[in-house]
């Protein structure tokens, strides 16, 4: 049965979310596209796309959020081929994602996403990581197998080694946490297991803000376009500072170093850190009420929606 107290999004809303949505994720997602058809790659960009696996096509895409209903004419459906296809259904002049449509797995997964936005949100965040989760990635660990080949480390070996040793290395996150080097996993104060990730994740972490991305891309299109974008450009923006406080000199490629092994560098980062914490505990909220509409049972998708639209 359809909501009919759901939105209703006139054409000239809808193809202004659209063309917003498209101006944000458009320029990186065609410049991955354009990399991997010369067969070359981006030490900062490529990351948002490979270890973030979400198609550059489906980012691109625009849709609405389940709840949502577009007025629509035969013309709109010729140049937004996607919005007549399931599971969107064009009826009446109105269009929408179907809540039938809604598979049971993604349900499963938005309670489980709604639980972990409600931990992160509850709990204190954590900052003064510095960073280091990518020094210790690299930390002793042999030149041939350093993971971005051709770009140079900012210190030498022994330095780099000597100021990780330096450092409390208090790794939250286990995404990050696993790629250490053999030598460096001991030195962090935390153990971080795929099991533990409800109780060890907290909203300082770097990775995992950049992680709204995941989550939000992981209840696409259910969740909307609009909110998987603006958490991709946070998550373009965590990647960014990430890579500017590695151990790597990206100066080249235009990344002015966060130089994290002296003590205005770490104040620098501290100060960023905080900054993209902020902006991914909006995002959080968004993704936890984006999350709580999808776990419902599908009988109770004819009732009233929360908005789920840009809030950019």
């Given at each position: 049965?359809?909501n009919?107290?759901?939105?209703?999004?006139?054409?000239?809303?809808?193809?202004?979310?659209?063309?917003?949505h498209h101006?944000?994720?458009?320029?990186?997602?065609?410049?991955?596209?354009d990399?991997?058809?010369?067969?070359?790659?981006h030490?900062?960009?490529?990351?948002?796309?490979?270890?973030?696996?979400?198609?550059?096509?489906?980012l691109?895409?625009w849709l609405?959020?389940?709840?949502?209903?577009l007025v629509?004419?035969?013309?709109?459906?010729?140049?937004?081929?996607?919005?007549?296809?399931?599971?969107?259904?064009?009826?009446?002049?109105?269009?929408?994602?179907?809540?039938a449509a809604?598979?049971?797995?993604?349900?499963?997964?938005?309670?489980?996403?709604?639980?972990?936005?409600?931990?992160?949100a509850q709990?204190p965040?954590r900052l003064?990581?510095y960073?280091?989760?990518?020094?210790?990635m690299?930390?002793?660990?042999?030149r041939?197998?350093?993971?971005?080949?051709?770009?140079?480390?900012?210190?030498?070996?022994e330095?780099?080694?000597?100021?990780?040793?330096?450092q409390?290395v208090?790794?939250?996150?286990?995404?990050a946490?696993?790629?250490?080097t053999?030598?460096?996993?001991?030195?962090?104060l935390l153990?971080?297991v795929?099991?533990?990730?409800?109780e060890?994740?907290q909203g300082g972490?770097?990775?995992?803000?950049?992680d709204?991305?995941?989550?939000?891309?992981?209840?696409?299109?259910?969740?909307?376009s609009?909110?998987?974008?603006?958490?991709?450009?946070?998550?373009?923006?965590?990647r960014?500072?990430?890579m500017?406080?590695s151990?790597?000199?990206?100066?080249?490629?235009?990344?002015e170093?966060?130089?994290i092994?002296t003590?205005?560098?770490r104040?620098?980062?501290?100060?960023?850190?905080r900054?993209?914490?902020e902006?991914a505990?909006?995002?959080?909220?968004?993704?936890?009420?984006?999350?709580?509409?999808?776990?419902?049972?599908?009988a109770?998708?004819g009732?009233?929606f929360?908005?789920?639209?840009s809030?950019?």
């Amino acid at each position: 049965m359809e909501n009919i107290s759901a939105p209703v999004l006139s054409r000239t809303v809808w193809q202004a979310r659209a063309k917003g949505h498209h101006a944000r994720v458009a320029a990186m997602a065609q410049g991955f596209l354009d990399r991997r058809s010369r067969g070359t790659r981006h030490p900062v960009h490529d990351f948002l796309f490979t270890y973030y696996t979400f198609p550059p096509s489906k980012l691109m895409r625009w849709l609405p959020a389940l709840g949502e209903r577009l007025v629509v004419e035969a013309q709109d459906l010729e140049k937004y081929p996607w919005l007549a296809v399931p599971p969107m259904h064009p009826e009446a002049g109105l269009c929408s994602l179907l809540p039938a449509a809604l598979p049971d797995k993604v349900r499963d997964l938005a309670r489980w996403v709604h639980t972990l936005c409600q931990a992160v949100a509850q709990r204190p965040p954590r900052l003064r990581c510095y960073g280091l989760h990518e020094w210790a990635m690299v930390y002793r660990q042999p030149r041939e197998q350093v993971r971005h080949q051709g770009y140079e480390l900012r210190l030498s070996p022994e330095d780099l080694a000597a100021f990780v040793e330096s450092q409390t290395v208090c790794c939250s996150h286990y995404d990050a946490f696993r790629f250490f080097t053999p030598e460096a996993k001991p030195l962090n104060l935390l153990q971080p297991v795929l099991e533990t990730r409800l109780e060890m994740e907290q909203g300082g972490c770097l990775h995992t803000n950049m992680d709204l991305y995941k989550w939000s891309a992981k209840l696409w299109p259910w969740c909307g376009s609009d909110l998987v974008g603006e958490c991709f450009a946070l998550a373009c923006e965590g990647r960014a500072l990430d890579m500017r406080a590695s151990p790597y000199d990206l100066r080249h490629l235009g990344y002015e170093p966060v130089k994290i092994e002296t003590a205005e560098g770490r104040a620098q980062y501290e100060q960023e850190q905080r900054q993209l914490a902020e902006k991914a505990a909006i995002q959080r909220a968004r993704l936890a009420q984006a999350a709580a509409v999808l776990a419902v049972p599908s009988a109770d998708h004819g009732r009233d929606f929360p908005s789920t639209g840009s809030c950019a």
